[in-house]
């Protein structure tokens, strides 16, 4: 970041929020256009008051203009737009490579670190600061409500989230899945309790078997406490999730030799959100798990995934044709440039 734009955030801490808040408002608008206040709040994850503030402030300065069939931007904005493109991926720690590899994989953000986790252990940690610091930006003050999943890569970056999080903010992490009863240290609701002491937040936990039939999943989201927690993670305001490899993940889950072996020869690569997916990113298999479901994830305004390592590479890019628009990727170099060579 260049140092006089350092000095102006030490100035005023909130430039940055209100600067990307502004510049995603304007980028709404222009591809929606003519659009209403509403979709761009939808769009956004947004209040509409909060739209409406900053759309009004926005017609102000003449960048957009309103009428009766929508919001439109005036030439004005559409100048100012293109011209603050390379400005925000600057100041936002957007290099080429970042860019490059958010465009393969059809999201709005990567952020790459040097390294391989899978060879340097060190790396998870400075995934998890730079994971810290994309929370920072993105999240709202005040009251948010972030849903974790569970995973190896996110035990470990976990550790590394920042106290300082918690200005201004009481966050609340809840547990997206149940236990998979696996090793303690790698389950939701212990990286929930992680994340919640390491930034001064509260948690929930969910003691359940994620894996359950559909007649124990039908009885058990009637369950007042269980319904109240489900309540809580379609308003999630951020997601954060693993990426995982589907026999790893498929061995985790109990299956036998026959479904391990039934997997395979449907050619699945990666597991998320309880879909198994091949490596054109189409569902081969899935299981019925309490929690947040990967239909939903398109309402989540912010959603984090979190994996690195050259043996991730091809689950990543797996993966990625499902992801919301709106996902930031936290990875490695390890991971990157094998997806970016098309390997």
Partial sequence: MEPDFSLIKALVPDVLKILRQRYLILEQISLDAPVGRRTVAQKLGLSERNVRTETEYLTQLELIETKRFGMF??????????????????????????????????????????????????????????LSSALDLLLPLGHSIITVLGGVALAKGAKALSPKLANNRHLEFIPGRGALGENVATQSNTIVQAMAARTHGTY????????????????????????????????????????????????????????????????????????????????????????????????????????????????????????????????????????????
Wanted: proline share 4%.
């Fill in 73 to 130: 931007l005036s030439d004005k904005g559409v100048q100012v737009l293109q011209d603050a493109a390379p400005v925000m991926d600057r100041w936002f720690n957007a290099d080429a490579t970042e860019v490059h590899l958010a465009q393969k994989l059809g999201i709005e953000r990567t952020i790459i670190i040097p390294g391989d986790c899978d060879l340097q252990a060190r790396v998870y940690e400075q995934m998890g600061e730079q």
């Fill in 204 to 343: 929930k936990t969910l003691y359940l078997p994620e894996q359950v039939s559909s007649l124990a999943y039908r009885s058990l989201i009637r369950e007042p406490v269980i319904s109240d927690l489900l309540q809580d993670i379609s308003q999630s305001d951020a997601v954060i999730h693993g990426i995982g490899l589907a026999q790893d993940m498929a061995r985790r889950r109990g299956y036998d030799s026959i479904k391990l072996s039934e997997l395979r020869e449907k050619h699945a690569v990666t597991e998320c959100f309880g879909c198994f997916f091949d490596g054109e990113g189409k569902i081969v298999d899935r299981i019925t798990q309490v929690g947040l479901q990967f239909e939903n994830l398109n309402k989540i305004p912010r959603i984090f995934a979190f994996a690195g390592g050259h043996q991730k590479a091809t689950a990543i890019q797996a993966y990625m044709p499902n992801a919301p628009h709106q996902t930031w990727l936290i990875t490695d170099e390890g991971a990157s440039k094998v997806i970016l060579r098309g390997k």
